[in-house]
C-alpha cells in the first residue's frame, strides 16, 4: 500500500520525529571530544554530562515512544478542553451536546458491544476451529490477508482466558518472559513448528512491547535464531486519527501495511547482525525512526552497563590524549 506518499507538503506536515529537537529543549549532537577538550581532567568537564543526564530526563527516546498522540483538534469523543468551553456560546452547546451522546449511549453502546464479543470469542472458540486473532490490532490488521499462529506472554485475567481459548482452535504459542526454562523451550517450540510444513506461520513481534508506531525499537533475537526465512511486515498507523491503541476516542484507525520481501540469514552473519538488518528494512520501508533503545526499559530499572559505557568512553579519550601528548 502506499497510503503515506503524497505530495511533500502534506508529508512535511506529517513528520513525526525531527533529531535533536522538541519543543521543550534543543539537543545539541557535539561529541565528548568536541565538548571536553583539555587533555587533563578538569571540574567542568561534568558539565557536559550533568547536561547529557538533563536532555535525557526531559526528553528521552525511549518514554515518548509510549506516549499517546495528542489529536489536533477535538473529535467529540476525547476529554473536552477547558480552556476553549466558554469560547462561544455554539461551542458550549456543542460540548454540553456531546457529552450527553458520549456518557448517555456511546459509552454504554461500546461497554455492551466490547461484554457481547468477549462472550461471543470465549464460547465461539471452544467449538470454531477457524476463529483467530480478535483483540491485538496488529493482528487483526494481518489476519485479514492469512492465518497465523501468534507467540506471546502470557496474562492473567480475561486475557488470559482468551489465549487459553485461542490455543484450543490453533497452536499458538505462549509463555512467561521471566521464566529461562520457557525462553529455551519456546526456541525449541519454534524450530519445531517452523519445520513441519503443516504448521501455520508464526506471527512474532520482536520488539516484545506496544509502543506508539513512532519508531521501532530494539528486537529480540532470540526467534531469529532457529534458522528460519523471515517474511517483513511493515505497518504505519496515520496519526492524524490517532495512535493504533484500543482505547474509546477515536473514530476510525487506518494504517498503511506493506509485506517486504523474504529475508534469510545468511552464513557470515550472527543473530544480532541479522534482526538489525531486519529491523533497518522495516523502519526504512514504514519511515519510523529506527533505535536501539531495548523497549523493556519503560518497565525495567536502567543497567549499569549504560553508565559504564560512558565513563568507558571518557576513560579512552584521556589516556589517548595523553598518550599521543607523550609521544610528541
Known amino acids: 500500500m502506499s497510503g503515506e506518499r503524497g505530495h511533500p507538503s502534506k508529508k512535511k506536515q506529517h513528520q513525526l520525529y525531527q533529531p535533536y529537537t522538541n519543543r521543550n529543549i534543543a539537543k545539541d549532537p557535539t561529541s565528548l571530544e568536541e565538548e571536553i577538550k583539555e587533555i587533563q581532567f578538569q571540574l567542568s568537564d561534568i558539565f557536559y554530562f550533568c547536561r547529557k543526564g538533563m536532555e535525557t530526563i526531559m526528553d528521552d527516546e525511549v518514554t515518548k515512544r509510549f506516549s499517546a ?9 476525547s476529554r473536552t478542553n477547558y480552556n476553549f468551553r466558554y469560547i462561544t456560546l455554539q461551542v458550549t452547546v456543542l460540548c454540553g451536546l456531546a457529552g450527553l451522546i458520549w456518557y448517555c449511549f456511546l459509552l454504554l453502546l461500546r461497554i455492551a458491544l466490547a461484554l457481547t464479543g468477549i462472550s461471543l470469542l470465549v464460547v465461539g472458540t471452544t467449538v470454531a476451529g477457524y476463529l483467530l486473532h480478535t483483540l491485538p490490532i496488529d493482528v487483526i490488521v494481518l489476519a485479514s490477508d492469512g492465518y497465523y499462529a501468534t507467540v506471546g506472554q502470557m496474562h492473567g485475567g480475561i486475557i488470559g482466558l482468551i489465549q487459553r481459548a485461542m490455543v484450543k482452535t ?49 528486537f529480540k533475537k532470540g526467534s531469529f535464531e532457529i534458522g ?56 526504512r520501508q514504514g519511515e519510523l525512526v529506527d533505535l536501539l533503545w531495548d523497549g523493556g526499559l519503560k518497565r525495567e530499572k536502567v543497567k549499569d552497563m549504560f553508565k559504564e559505557e560512558q565513563q568507558k568512553l571518557y576513560r579512552k579519550m584521556i589516556v589517548r590524549n595523553h598518550e599521543d601528548r607523550s609521544r610528541s
Not at 489529536?71 to 467529540?76: C, Q, T
Request: charged share 20%.
Open 170 to 218: 490453533c497452536p499458538h504459542i505462549w509463555f512467561e518472559r521471566l521464566e529461562v526454562k520457557d525462553r529455551h523451550l519456546l526456541a525449541k517450540r519454534l524450530t519445531e513448528q517452523v519445520q513441519d510444513i503443516s504448521q501455520l506461520p508464526i506471527l512474532i513481534f520482536p520488539e516484545g512491547i506496544c509502543i506508539n508506531n513512532t519508531s521501532v525499537m530494539m
Open 69 to 77: 498522540e495528542e489529536l489536533e483538534s477535538w473529535n467529540l469523543l
Open 228 to 283: 528460519a526465512t523471515v517474511y517483513p511486515d511493515a505497518i504505519k498507523y496515520d496519526h492524524q486519527f490517532g495512535n493504533g491503541m484500543m482505547t474509546c476516542l477515536l473514530w476510525a484507525i487506518i494504517c498503511s501495511m506493506w509485506y517486504l520481501p523474504s529475508m534469510t540469514r545468511g552464513a557470515d552473519e550472527d543473530a544480532v547482525q541479522f534482526v538489525n538488518m531486519v529491523k533497518s528494512a522495516i523502519a
